[in-house]
Nanobody, 124 residues
Framework: QVQLVESGGGLVQAGGSLRLSCAAS????????MGWFRQAPGKEREFVAS????????YYADAVKGRFTISRDNAANTVYLQMNSLKPEDTAVYYC?????????????????WGQGTQVTVSS
């Protein structure tokens, strides 16, 4: 089990950038694949990006491909989401999640541990 704490959310104008961080507790962080999800008001939680335990493989939702970058620092027990060229439709609560599975996972139900979320608001 890992405990996850997100940070870095805030209010930004359209076209701006934010970097989200997700700090994990536990000595086994490096064995978990990690994902970022988001949930806007009245909508279901949706996949944003995922990264395998080694950082060697990543996958993105079409809506963020080319604008967002997921990365991880296993020595620091942290996963990041760099968000550039932000749009108002990116407004949501962003969650990081961890899974023991070794492949890229996009279904929320396949993740075992979740953070509390951080709010990202993009103004037009």
């Amino acid at each position: 089990q890992v405990q996850l704490v997100e940070s870095g959310g805030g209010l930004v104008q359209a076209g701006g950038s934010l970097r989200l961080s997700c700090a994990a507790s536990g000595r086994t962080f490096s064995t978990y694949a990690m994902g970022w999800f988001r949930q806007a008001p009245g909508k279901e939680r949706e996949f944003v990006a995922s990264i395998v335990w080694s950082g060697g493989s990543t996958y993105y939702a079409d809506a963020v491909k080319g604008r967002f970058t997921i990365s991880r620092d296993n020595a620091a027990n942290t996963v990041y989401l760099q968000m550039n060229s932000l749009k108002p439709e990116d407004t949501a609560v962003y969650y990081c999640a961890a899974t023991k599975r070794v492949v890229i996972i996009i279904a929320p139900r396949m993740y075992d541990n979740w953070g509390q979320g951080t709010q990202v608001t993009v103004s037009s």
